[in-house]
């Protein structure tokens, strides 16, 4: 199997380039830098995969954006021709595999055509280093051993850790001895489980045995029972006779009793029907004497009463009471009527003022209606006159009151008089006026001239004050005198305002107030003279009225007294007051006669009254005796009532009587029955008195009570003697029987249970041996335990077999496999360090070592490092070589003869050159002379920029 | 001829222990145990339903000396409840249950008529019709010798049916007795052959029929599959067969594919689903799985937990459930692994591929010199070929531990 060329399409520093290979040696040179290691990693990645990018090897991705992988063209003469090409995809890479017959392949078939080699096992063998050639030196012996052993065996020391623990899990499993093994566990469960299982077989062995027990307990049982039932019968007849054979004695008994017993006819119930019979008699002879006695007594009882028509009279008079009563009042009225008569009398009289003897002569007076109109124009004209006095009289006064006012006003004007002083100015005032008038037109002319004399002053001083300070700022001192001068000429042109004008003007200020005043004086003055004028006449007319008044009053004077006279002549034969009312005393006057005459009426009516009361109260008093006339009609009522009490009880007491006789009769007549009844009885049963009787009922009595326990006996008997008894026992007798078979039932009994529960245990245990899963189950588990022990046993078996194959694998490696590598790598160590070293074994302790021709032994430690790098490589390619027809692959070497003397690496050629045949080697090396080394014709590819430019 | 009818039992191994069911717990094996007494009484009510004319019962009642009272009472039962229903039985004892064993025998009702250990002819007449039967019951553990024959050829009027517990002569599977040839059978001139003793159902020819039916319930991983026994109609020579299921549990083997599955959940669900549908048909079973397919199941994944631990998974969903199901094995396909150098395996596998039966037998000599032999069955080929496969594996995984 030969790599035929190398394409990388982008590796490391390497992009798009291709490496054409040959067969045998192929050389690639390159200096430091140019890229080898990248080209040898190239290959192990494009065969076994990209390492994963968490593993520490490179992966050589290239930097710049051309695509990642590569491909091999390999030439392989057992599966023929093909090509791998490994680019960017999964982490290992995607890879693709074309043969040259066009199939195409993936995974599973490069694992094939790589003979099932990775790439450790590819590395330990076909690609060593100078690198790890250098390595060696710094390995202990251990570890020196180790390395060159695993790289001759790939991997052996794994292959032992299996072993070991496989052997290990198997001890863990199984052991000829000891407990702890799961396999030995399992059996001392299985071992108990047989025993478990031996025990219940033999508890399953007892069923016979107890089959018959139980069928023997059953016989026992029934013939306890059947012999238990028949005592039992026994028993029971004579339990029977027990009781019949008292009940028959008795039954004799009782019948010779009753035939003692006379067979009598007592009736039925008589007993019972004498003492009812002789209780009523007692009763009725009780009844009889109380009712005779009450007959006495009533009879006894006496009843006053009066004759029927004394009551009818007394009934009437009860009747009349309300005349009676109505006679009394009205007496009682009229003397009160008289009485109140007589008080208005008196008052009358006072009245009219009437002595006792006028009092008589009035009552005979003409008081007619006629004389009184008579009597009226009198009055008239007297009262005229009267009212006229009245008016002039109020007239009178009235003008006097109005003189007297006109006096006071009068007084009240000479108050008001104007005074002397003022009168004096009032005669001035004309000449004042005048001079006022003409100071007021002197200032009206003035006033229309003052505006400009005020203006000339003033400009003047503004003129002066400009050219004097104009004058001052110019230093002009002539035009400061024209200022000033105009200056001076304004002021006083100023001074120079009018005098008198002032004066008017105050003048007419102070006349002006005078003026009015004056005025208002004038007039008061003239009103005051017309005022005293008008009062002074009327006063002159209220004096003449005055006058005229007076007369007036004195001629109704005189018309007064006139009438006062004729009315005197008219009444001078009556009583009559004159200064009093006429009218009234007319009015009174009639009155009092009508009293007079109504107090005779009432008079009258009393006497009449008093009469018939007088008359009735001595009728009354003839009946029942002397009576006060005020309480006569209660005694009437009462003694009324108490007759009609004792009319009621004399009627009753008659019809008691006559019930009592009616009572008296019919008791008499019971008793009689009665009688007769007890007679009767005691003629039924044959007796005269009432002891013998008695003494016929006790014997029936007794009778019946035998007859009665008689009927009970046989009921009793009928109960049992269905069938008559068999045997005559005696009590005694039957006691013993009794007895004995009781005994016999208890011991019986006693038998029966304890086989019963003999046979309730037999039956309980072999239904439970029927019915018990015990034995199954535990025969289920041991079939369970077999299976898992076998399970187990399996297990044992396997890791068994897997130990031992491992360890039988590498005897034979050692054996044989490895001796076959041992003696060719000897020869080439031999060849290689000029026959110095004959061979290069193993110890027994699995350790490298090398014996000198001498026979001295070395570790591989106490080598130098070259010969250690030459045993090494002796090994290796005895390794590549051994497995030559296995794992054809090339054989990659980075330099790693560099330090080998000239001697030896002529030497190592030669061994290569042998070998070059059968195996092509990938030499990377950085030594342009290695090509002339070789003497033998060799591919030579130059990495670096050459290389480019040779693809290009 | 009037038709007659009649039930062809076998092999009924009641109350037997189940075999290979390691790590069973005691829930499973209390349902395991039930389930020949379920088949047993599945027949018994079928027969008690079906009235047939009688009923045959060629040997194996019970598993051995080691029978429990309890599967006779059980049996008893039975018979009672065929003799209340009037139907005849004829029996004859096997191997396992000879007449030379010196346990504890409950009494069979009268219905039950039981061959002796010679050859012998029993007779009834069904409608008119005479019914001769043929067999004998072993008389002690072994009956290596042909007994064939001492069956007589049948004579002219009726039916002839033979009832025989044994096996073809040179069938080396089995360990034979009472070895015949089928010619030697049809030879008899019989109408039937009932046979007993192999539990594999199984019809030897046509003409007469020679009927295996096989147990009524399967009890370890090579007795696969649904099991019951005959109903059997003859009517002159025509006959037919029906075959009717007693088998309350079936072994039985399932194949998953793992296509497409990665994690572990995933895997639990594809098998939960193809065991429910295997149960669906099935009901309860042991199931043997073999996985198929399981490239895509993460790697690590498979070495990290034993497969211990997934069958502990699968069988934690099926626990205490009905149709009852019990995970036996899984069997995971041999690891091609890539990663892994041929270099260190090869060779140990290859020196594993050159053992023969003698060094594989040297390398258990330990175990089974030692008294835990007592409890192993000897390796046969196949398992010794398993063995192989399993240390295979074994070492691949272990390399693959190291690196």
Request: net charge negative.
């Amino acid at each position: 199997m030969n790599i035929r060329k190398i394409v990388l399409y982008g590796f490391g520093q390497h992009e798009n380039i291709e490496i054409e290979l040959h067969e045998g040696m192929n050389l690639l040179y390159g200096p430091n830098e140019a890229g080898k290691t990248t080209i040898q990693q190239a290959i192990l990645h494009i065969l076994f995969g990209f390492p994963q990018k968490n593993q520490q090897e490179l992966r050589y991705e290239p930097k710049t954006g051309v695509k990642y992988g590569g491909c091999l063209h390999i030439e392989d003469e057992e599966f023929g021709d093909w090509m791998i090409e490994r680019i960017r995809g999964r982490s290992s890479g995607d890879v693709s595999i074309r043969f040259d017959d066009g199939r195409s392949a993936g995974e599973e078939e490069l694992n094939r055509l790589l003979r099932g080699y990775d790439r450790r096992a590819f590395e330990a063998i076909f690609s060593f280093s100078l690198f790890q050639l250098q390595g060696l030196e710094k390995m202990d012996e251990d570890e020196l051993s180790r390395t060159l052993l695993a790289s001759g065996t790939t991997g052996l020391d794994v292959l032992w850790k299996v072993e070991k623990r496989m052997e290990k899990e198997a001890a863990s499993l199984f052991k000829k001895t000891g407990r702890i093994p799961l396999m030995n566990q399992k059996l001392a469960e299985i071992k108990e489980l047989e025993q478990a299982m031996q025990q219940e077989q033999q508890k399953l062995a007892t069923f016979d045995s107890l089959s018959e027990q139980q069928r023997q307990l059953d016989e026992q049982v029934q013939a306890l029972r059947r012999e238990e039932q028949k005592l039992h019968d026994q028993a029971e007849k004579q339990m029977i006779a027990m009781q019949v054979v008292p009940l028959q004695q008795q039954q004799r008994q009782l019948m010779e009793q009753l035939a003692q017993f006379s067979n009598d006819n007592f009736p039925v119930d008589g007993i019972r029907r004498y003492e009812e019979l002789a209780s009523k008699l007692a009763e009725l002879e009780i009844k009889k004497t109380r009712l005779v006695n009450e007959q006495q007594q009533w009879k006894a009882e006496i009843v006053e009463l009066r004759p029927d028509s004394e009551r009818q009279q007394l009934e009437r008079w009860v009747a009349q009471e309300a005349e009676w009563h109505r006679l009394r009042t009205d007496i009682l009225s009229a003397e009160q009527e008289i009485k109140l008569l007589d008080t208005k009398k008196v008052q009358l009289k006072h009245r009219l003022g009437l002595t006792d003897e006028q009092m008589v002569a009035v009552e005979k007076m003409d008081i007619s209606i006629q004389r009184e109109r008579q009597l009226e124009p009198l009055l008239l004209e007297h009262s005229d006159a009267e009212q006229q006095l009245h008016a002039l009289s109020r007239l009178i006064a009235e003008v006097e009151n109005d003189r007297q006012e006109a006096e006071r006003r009068k007084e009240e004007l000479d108050r008001q008089e104007v005074t002397e002083q003022e009168l004096t100015k009032l005669q001035q005032w004309p000449q004042l006026k005048r001079r006022v008038a003409e100071a007021k037109a002197i200032v009206s002319v003035s006033d229309k001239q003052q505006l400009s004399n005020r203006l000339i002053p003033l400009l003047f001083i503004v003129i002066g004050l400009a050219i004097g300070a104009y004058s001052m700022l110019q230093q002009q001192w002539l035009f400061v005198l024209i200022g000033f001068l105009s200056l001076a000429t304004g002021i006083w042109i100023w001074k120079q305002q009018p005098h008198s004008l002032e004066e008017q003007r105050a003048f007419i200020r102070e006349n002006e107030s005078v003026a009015s005043e004056l005025d208002s004086l004038a007039e008061r003055y003239e009103k005051l003279q017309r005022d005293r004028q008008q009062l002074f006449e009327e006063i002159g007319r209220l004096d003449r009225k005055l006058q005229k008044l007076a007369a007036e009053m004195e001629q109704v004077h005189s018309q007064k007294k006139q009438a006062v006279n004729a009315l005197q002549k008219f009444v001078q034969e009556d009583p009559i007051d004159m200064t009093f009312n006429v009218k009234e005393s007319f009015r009174l006057l009639r009155e009092l006669q009508d009293v007079t005459a109504e107090q005779q009426i009432w008079q009258q009516r009393l006497q009449l009254g008093r009469q018939q009361l007088q008359e009735r109260l001595e009728a009354v008093e003839a009946i029942l005796g002397p009576v006060t006339e005020d309480v006569v009609h209660d005694q009437l009522r009462r003694e009324l009532m108490t007759q009609k009490e004792l009319h009621a009880t004399a009627r009753s007491r008659e019809q008691t009587l006559e019930a009592l006789d009616n009572q008296l009769q019919e008791t008499e007549l019971l008793l009689n029955s009665v009688k007769n009844e007890i007679q009767e009885l005691f003629e039924q049963t044959g007796v005269s008195e009432k002891e013998q009787f008695y003494i016929a009922y006790q014997n029936d009595q007794d009778a019946q009570l035998v007859k009665r326990q008689l009927t009970e006996v046989n009921s009793q008997l009928s109960l049992y003697t269905k069938e008559p008894l068999t045997t005559d026992w005696t009590l005694p007798e039957l006691e013993r029987s009794r007895k004995k078979i009781a005994d016999r039932l208890q011991v019986l009994r006693k038998e029966v249970t304890e086989r019963v529960d003999e046979q309730v245990r037999v039956t309980h245990e072999l239904s439970q041996l029927k019915t018990s899963k015990t034995y199954s189950e535990l025969q289920q588990l041991f079939e369970v335990r077999k299976a898992e022990l076998e399970e187990l046993a399996k297990q044992w078996m396997a890791r068994k077999a897997v130990s031992v194959a491992i360890r039988q694998t590498m005897s034979e490696w050692r054996e044989h496999q490895l001796p076959a590598v041992l003696d060719k790598a000897n020869e080439w160590f031999n060849r290689l360090t000029g026959n110095r070293y004959r061979t290069l074994g193993l110890t027994s302790e699995g350790y490298f070592q090398a014996v000198t021709r001498d026979g001295q032994q070395f570790t591989i430690n106490e080598l130098s490092q070259a010969t250690k790098e030459q045993a090494y490589l002796s090994l290796r390619l005895a390794l590549a070589s051994a497995l030559l027809d296995r794992a054809p692959f090339p054989i990659i070497m980075d330099d790693p003869i560099v330090h080998f003397d000239n001697e030896r690496l002529s030497r190592m050629i030669e061994i290569i050159k042998e070998l070059q045949p059968s195996h092509q080697f990938l030499y990377f090396t950085c030594h342009a002379e290695m090509e002339t080394k070789w003497s033998s014709k060799l591919h030579k590819v130059e990495i670096g920029t050459r290389v480019k430019g040779e693809i290009q | 001829m009037e038709t007659i009818r009649f039930l062809h039992i076998a092999d009924l191994h009641l109350d037997s222990p189940f075999k290979g069911m390691a790590s069973a717990g005691p829930d499973e094996l209390a349902r395991l145990q039930q389930s020949t007494f379920v088949a047993f009484e599945r027949f018994v009510t079928y027969a008690v339903k079906e009235r047939p004319d009688f009923v045959v019962m060629v040997g194996d009642l019970y598993d051995g000396e080691d029978r429990s009272l309890r599967a006779q009472i059980r049996f008893q039962q039975g018979m009672q409840q065929l003799e209340k229903a009037e139907i005849p039985v004829f029996l004859s004892y096997g191997n396992h249950d000879h007449l030379a064993g010196n346990w504890t025998r409950v009494s069979l009702p009268g219905n039950v008529h039981v061959f002796s250990e010679e050859v012998e002819q029993k007779q009834l007449i069904v409608r008119g019709e005479m019914v001769s039967l043929y067999g004998f019951s072993y008389p002690q553990r072994h009956v290596r010798e042909s007994m064939i024959a001492d069956y007589p050829v049948a004579g002219q009027d009726g039916y002839h049916i033979g009832l025989l517990h044994g096996s073809v002569a040179g069938d080396s599977a089995h360990a034979v007795y009472a070895p015949f040839t089928v010619r030697e059978l049809q030879d008899k001139n019989y109408h039937y052959w009932a046979l007993g003793h192999i539990h594999k159902r199984q019809q030897l020819a046509e003409e007469p029929l020679i009927v295996y039916p096989g147990n009524i319930q399967g009890r370890h991983r090579n007795e696969q599959g649904v099991k019951g026994f005959y109903d059997v109609s003859l009517s002159g020579e025509d006959a037919s067969l029906k075959f009717v299921r007693t088998s309350n549990i079936v072994f039985t083997t399932l194949t998953v594919s793992c296509e497409g599955v990665e994690y572990a959940d995933d895997w639990v669900t594809v098998c939960q689903e193809a065991i429910d549908t295997l149960a669906t048909e099935m009901g309860s079973m042991v199931v043997e799985l073999v996985m198929e397919h399981t490239e895509g199941l993460t790697a690590d994944l498979l070495h990290v937990s034993s497969e211990s631990e997934w069958i502990d998974i699968l069988r934690e969903q099926y626990s205490g459930l009905d149709p009852f199901v019990w995970i036996a094995s899984i069997e995971w396909p041999g690891t091609s692994n890539m990663e892994l150098s041929k270099t260190l395996l090869e060779p140990v596998e290859y020196t594993l591929e050159c053992w023969d039966q003698n060094d594989w037998d040297d390398l258990v000599k330990e175990v089974y010199s030692h008294r835990a032999g007592r409890y192993l069955e000897r390796l046969t080929p196949s398992e010794t070929e398993q063995l192989k496969v399993k240390a295979a594996a074994l070492l691949a995984n272990e390399l693959l531990k190291e690196g």
